[in-house]
C-alpha cells in the first residue's frame, strides 16, 4: 500500500473543488486501516475518512493523512434477504443489485451519490425512505480500542441525518462495511406526493418506482459529473408546532411534514430558500442551481471558500426573514 504526498483530492469530491492532502492512502482492505492509523499516530498527523466524497466540502487543505475507503464486494443471503456490502461500493451501485436480486426497500433511496460506507454516517433518506430502517449491523474498525468490531442497528443511535458517527463519541469508528436487512415483501412506500403524482398506478412494480425515483431526481438535481455539487446542501429544518403557526399566519402557503414527535414538524428548506429568490444566483464563481434552490454547485471555477461563503449568505437570509437557522447537510473542511 502506498502514501502519497501532497495530493489534490478535486477527483475525490463531486463539487469538483481543489484542496491539497498532505498525505493520501486508499484502502482496499481493512486490514490496512491498523497501520495508517499507527503510521498517522506516530508522525502527529490527523487523520480524514473520505468516502465517496459526495457529501463534504473542502474550504481548506488538509494537513494529514486521508484516507480514501475503496474496498469492495457484496454478499447476498438469499435465504434471509439479507446483503452484506463493503464500505466502498457505490450506493446507488448497490441499489440496483439489490432491485435485481428482488431485495426490496431501499428503492427510494435511488441515485442518491456515494459510498455505501457514507450512508449510515449522514442516515440517507429520501421520498420517505431512511436507511436507518434497514440496518441490520454496522462493522466499523474501532481506532481507541484498536480492534474490530459489529454494531447493531441500536448501537448507532440513528435520527433525522444523524447517527453516532457523527457525535463525538462516534469519531473514533471507520465503517468498513454495512449488513442490509431487506424483504422479498414489495411493499411500495409512497408517501411522498412529488413520487406518488409521477406513477401511473397505486400499486407499481418496483422497478417502476426505482426508476420513477431515478427520474425525478435527474430532473431536479444536476449530474455531477457535468456540474459539480453535493445534491442539497442544507437540513430540512424541524421546528416547533407553535412557531408553524406564527409563520403559516403571515405565509398561508408554507408546506410541512409531520415528524415523529407530534409537537414537532419539518419544513421544506428548498421553499423556505424559493420564496427569498435563491434559485439560479450566484455569487462570485459559486451560484445556485437554476432548477432547484437546495443545490449549490460549482460552474467550473468556484473554490471550497466560494460555495461556503454562497452557503453562509443563504442561511443568514433564511435566519432573517424565518427566524429559522438552516443547518449544513454536508460536511464542511
Known amino acids: 500500500m502506498e502514501i502519497q504526498q501532497q495530493v489534490d483530492l478535486k477527483s475525490f469530491n463531486s463539487f469538483a473543488v481543489s484542496a491539497i492532502a498532505a498525505e493520501f492512502a486508499e484502502v482496499t482492505d481493512p486490514a490496512q486501516l491498523p497501520m495508517l492509523f499507527d503510521y498517522a499516530e506516530s508522525s502527529y498527523l490527523p487523520v480524514f475518512l473520505l468516502g465517496g466524497g459526495s457529501n463534504l466540502l473542502w474550504v481548506n487543505d488538509f494537513p494529514g493523512l486521508v484516507i480514501h475507503m475503496a474496498n469492495k464486494g457484496m454478499e447476498f443471503d438469499e435465504a434471509n434477504t439479507r446483503v452484506q456490502v463493503a ?37 440517507i433518506g429520501a421520498y420517505g425512505v431512511e436507511l436507518a430502517s434497514y440496518v441490520d449491523q ?35 469508528l471507520v465503517i468498513t462495511g454495512v449488513t442490509l436487512q431487506l424483504s422479498r415483501d414489495w411493499e411500495p412506500v409512497l408517501d411522498y406526493p ?7 398506478s397505486d400499486s407499481p412494480a418496483p422497478q417502476q418506482v426505482f426508476d420513477t425515483v431515478c427520474a425525478i431526481r435527474r430532473s431536479k438535481l444536476p449530474d455531477p459529473a457535468n456540474l459539480g455539487n ?90 432573517s426573514r424565518f427566524g429559522i437557522a438552516l443547518q449544513p447537510e454536508v460536511t464542511i473542511l
Not at 100 to 115: M, V
Not at 139 to 161: A, I, M, T, W
Not at 262 to 280: F, I, M, Q, R, S
Open 230 to 319: 453535493a445534491g442539497s446542501f442544507f437540513k430540512n429544518p424541524v421546528i416547533s408546532i407553535d412557531k408553524y403557526k406564527i409563520l403559516k399566519e403571515e405565509f398561508s402557503d408554507i408546506p410541512s411534514y409531520p415528524t415523529e414527535d407530534p409537537e414537532l414538524v419539518k419544513l421544506p428548506a428548498a421553499w423556505l430558500l424559493d420564496t427569498l429568490g435563491w434559485k439560479g444566483r450566484q455569487r462570485g464563481a459559486a451560484a445556485v442551481h437554476d432548477q432547484h434552490a437546495l443545490v449549490l454547485v460549482n460552474p467550473g471555477t468556484a473554490s471550497g471558500e466560494d460555495i461556503y461563503l454562497l452557503a453562509q449568505e443563504m442561511s443568514s437570509a433564511v435566519l
Open 87 to 123: 464500505a466502498g461500493e457505490g450506493w446507488h451501485h448497490l441499489v440496483t443489485r439489490c432491485i435485481e436480486k428482488s431485495f426490496y426497500g431501499i428503492e427510494n433511496l435511488a441515485l442518491i451519490p456515494g459510498s455505501v460506507g457514507a450512508a449510515p454516517v449522514q442516515n
Open 138 to 172: 454496522v462493522s466499523v474498525y474501532d481506532r481507541g480500542q484498536k480492534c474490530f468490531r459489529v454494531l447493531d442497528r441500536e448501537d448507532c443511535e440513528f435520527s433525522y441525518r444523524d447517527s453516532l458517527f457523527k457525535q463525538e463519541a462516534g469519531q473514533g
Open 194 to 200: 412529488a413520487l406518488r403524482d409521477q406513477l401511473s
